[in-house]
């Protein structure tokens, strides 16, 4: 069975950084592209990066404005989100989703994704 | 970045009923779009993909059509299950912008 098991949210004050998990399992990680989509209290999806399966090609939500890293272990068969200089208004669960793309070039829809994780930016 | 834009926000509808959602997007994305269902505090769910493909395991009351700009999600004949928020998605360019949401009501 295919899952993304997101982990390391949690409150952070403004200013402040966190890092973000993502383990995955039941599918061959490295042939996968992934991505980060951040859901704000109440509101609607939000695109936050993309990465390649081999971390080759890395696409970040121009809103982020340098902020936010992604990355992956494929030994580890996990994503990360490296979140810096955060904002009140980067409080949102965050979610880790599988994209289907064929091929690593190209970015698709996401057809797995896991339950979230709160990150909460307050003072 | 493509902007994408769906009507309504809120839709008020009864079980059997047909029911049509519309994406619009800011520039022409072929048929690159998928669309998603979230219910509440739940991740969303993959219905349709590119624009007018069944996601495996999805009911069949679900259909999407559209090309270029313009796009629906059409519910055939409303289920308890189906009252959530729909949502779609371009992914013609690797800025993957998501429409504003169309939230299903019981009427």
């Known amino acids: 069975e295919v899952q993304v098991v997101e982990s390391g949210g949690g409150l952070v004050k403004p200013g402040g950084s966190m890092t973000l998990s993502c383990a995955a399992s039941g599918f061959t990680f490295s042939n996968f592209n992934m991505n980060w989509v951040r859901q704000a209290p109440g509101k609607g999806l939000e695109w936050v990066s993309s990465?390649?399966?081999?971390?080759?090609?890395?696409y970040y939500a121009d809103s982020l404005q340098g902020r936010f890293t992604i990355s992956r272990d494929n030994a580890k068969d996990s994503l990360y989100l490296r979140m810096d200089s955060l904002r009140v208004e980067d409080t949102a669960l965050y979610y880790c989703?599988?994209?289907?793309?064929?091929?690593?070039?190209?970015?698709?829809?996401?057809?797995?994704w896991g339950q979230g994780v709160l990150v909460t930016v307050s003072s | 970045d493509i902007q994408m834009t769906q009507s309504p926000s809120t839709l008020s509808a009864s079980v059997g009923d047909r029911v049509t959602i519309t994406c619009r997007a800011s520039?022409?994305?072929?048929?690159?779009l998928a669309w998603y269902q979230q219910k509440p505090g739940k991740a969303p769910n993959l219905l349709i993909y590119k624009a007018s493909s069944l996601e495996t395991g999805v009911p069949s009351r679900f259909s999407g059509s559209g090309s270029g700009t313009e796009f629906t999600l059409t519910i055939s004949s409303l289920q308890p299950d189906d009252f959530a928020t729909y949502y779609c998605q371009q992914y013609k360019t690797y800025s993957k912008t998501f429409g504003q949401g169309t939230k299903v009501e019981i009427k």
């Open positions: 989703a599988r994209d289907r793309a064929p091929e690593e070039w190209e970015f698709s829809f996401f057809d797995y």
């Open positions: 990465i390649s399966s081999s971390g080759s090609y890395i």
């Open positions: 520039q022409s994305i072929n048929k690159y």
